[in-house]
């Protein structure tokens, strides 16, 4: 990997990736760089970064902290630990560190790792889950698993009169007509410092006036990487954006619904699997066999992969007919409308650059690894570690299925010779329309996600518990008509995940 480009000044002061990082190496930058902060980082059961602020008063106790990290209240930070045992110790992931953007005094933030008190990891610890999952989806395959995020979100700020927007018709739309490209780059630039891989950002269909106010959607999309690291650049992501809101005195939401009429946000994940230096998805320009197995694995739990990705009543208000949020259980390729879809991925035999660029030399590019299946239900209110375990655990689920290609057969949404997308068909089975449907779909498969010793049964009773407590079954009904009482719950939920 080369370090020449990378954005972040660990990797271009230590020249060396960050997977690579020690804890000699974390001090060395420390000591010749005047940081005079580190803080500890870890996700609590709310999928909110918290922080545990460390003042470095000499190398001794830096070395120390650095290698037995710290004590927290794991009660106050995971609804199922009682609080007569809750100690719990959070260790320091080296190859997690950045410099804090927004802090006074310059400052390392480094995320932890959770442990019991044997020393053992905390098994429901959200970085530990994910281990546990890729684990046991490399054991049964030998193939690696990559992901990563599309982060959907509101800006909302002051309206500008100045070169107004057309109403729901934001899409890659540029200033002057889109009014907050500033602030998304801006947050761009601390996310690639902070180590995240984006891909791309822009602004999103989203777009209209509110009481006053301008609701702008935009769009960060990541760089597939390693299971667990595409975890950990979400959260820090999500971090970076809303703080970086109330430094410019505005506010964002990732919330799946904020008003009726308009765009919803979702957090659609992108997946892709390697094998011997090869994306597993895609051969000859055509689908593979095991492509359809992941498929298969997506949509077969998917009912109860929105108890991790749909975690809020507000999800469903989202997932509703005729719109790009899917609700039938099935798959397409292009097709925006599908559950999981296969984007397009350059398997074309034209060279299209040279097309473009008369003058460009005549050559071949391998764009295999270009090839994603795309999961399209999932917003930000989604616990993000938990989610892409499940879709992990859901993946080894599609290869262990023996009727999986008939299934993904089966399931495949295309597009009829009228060239209407016939996701919407009633044939299909249905996602959950509440949390409590979730609820009642992730009891009946739990033992999918149980079988490998990934989630543990008190992790998945404590999901059924606080999905219930919703008490959402027929909210959609109840609330029809009644405009204010929606509103009420998005403000409830506006700052969800």
Not at 90 to 97: K, N, S
Not at 227 to 247: C, F, G, P, V, Y
Not at 360 to 375: A, G, L
Request: charged share 20%.
């Amino acid at each position: 990997m080369t370090t020449k480009l990378n954005a972040n000044p660990l990797v271009q002061y230590l020249q060396k990736p960050a997977g690579d990082f020690t804890k000699a190496d974390i001090i060395k930058f420390i000591e010749n760089n005047g940081i005079q902060m580190v803080n500890f980082r870890y996700a609590g059961h709310d999928g909110r970064l918290k922080t545990l602020h460390l003042m470095i008063s000499d190398f001794d106790y830096l070395d120390t902290f650095l290698s037995s990290g710290e004590r927290v209240d794991g009660s106050s930070l995971f609804a199922n630990i009682e609080a007569g045992s809750s100690d719990l110790y959070v260790i320091p992931r080296f190859a997690t560190a950045f410099i804090n953007p927004f802090a006074e005094v310059p400052t390392i933030d480094i995320l932890c790792a959770y442990f019991n008190k044997d020393g053992n990891p905390f098994a429901d610890a959200p970085e530990y889950l994910l281990c546990k999952a890729h684990r046991a989806l490399h054991d049964a395959t030998g193939m690696t698993f990559e992901a990563m995020g599309e982060l959907e979100y509101y800006v909302i700020g002051p309206v500008d009169e100045l070169f107004a927007a057309t109403d729901q018709r934001g899409y890659h739309e540029s200033e002057p007509f889109c009014k907050w490209t500033h602030f998304r780059t801006a947050a761009m630039r601390a996310i690639t410092q902070a180590g995240g891989l984006i891909k791309y950002g822009h602004s999103e269909v989203g777009n209209f006036t509110l009481n006053g106010q301008l609701y702008e959607q935009n769009e960060i999309e990541f760089i597939p990487t390693r299971l667990e690291n595409a975890a950990d650049q979400l959260m820090i992501a999500k971090w970076i954006i809303r703080t970086m809101a109330h430094r410019y005195g505005i506010t964002v939401t990732f919330a799946p619904k904020i008003t009726l009429g308009k765009a919803g946000s979702g957090m659609h994940i992108h997946t892709r699997l390697w094998k011997d230096g090869r994306n597993v998805l895609i051969e000859n320009g055509r689908l593979t066999d095991a492509a359809k197995h992941v498929i298969a694995g997506y949509l077969s739990l998917a009912p109860s992969l929105t108890a991790f990705g749909n975690t809020n009543p507000t999800s469903y208000f989202r997932l509703v007919p005729n719109q790009e949020a899917p609700t039938n259980i099935c798959w397409g390729d292009r097709n925006r409308a599908a559950l999981v879809r296969v984007p397009l991925g350059w398997s074309v035999e034209v060279n299209m650059s040279k097309v473009a660029n008369p003058l460009e030399p005549v050559r071949k590019i391998d764009f295999s690894p270009k090839q994603t299946v795309e999961f399209r239900c999932s917003d930000g209110s989604a616990d993000i570690y938990q989610l892409l375990a499940g879709l992990a655990v859901a993946v080894r689920h599609g290869f262990e299925m023996e009727d999986a290609l008939s299934y993904a057969n089966h399931t495949y949404a295309g597009i009829t010779g009228s060239g209407k997308q016939d996701a919407d068909t009633p044939t299909f089975a249905h996602l959950p329309a509440s949390c409590a449907e979730s609820a009642d779909a992730l009891e009946e498969q739990r033992t999918a996600y149980e079988r490998y010793g990934v989630f543990s049964p008190g992790m998945i009773d404590g999901i059924l518990t606080k999905l219930r407590a919703f008490n959402d079954r027929k909210l959609r009904q109840e609330i029809t008509g009644h405009p204010d009482r929606m509103q009420e719950l998005i403000r409830l939920y506006f700052h969800c995940g």
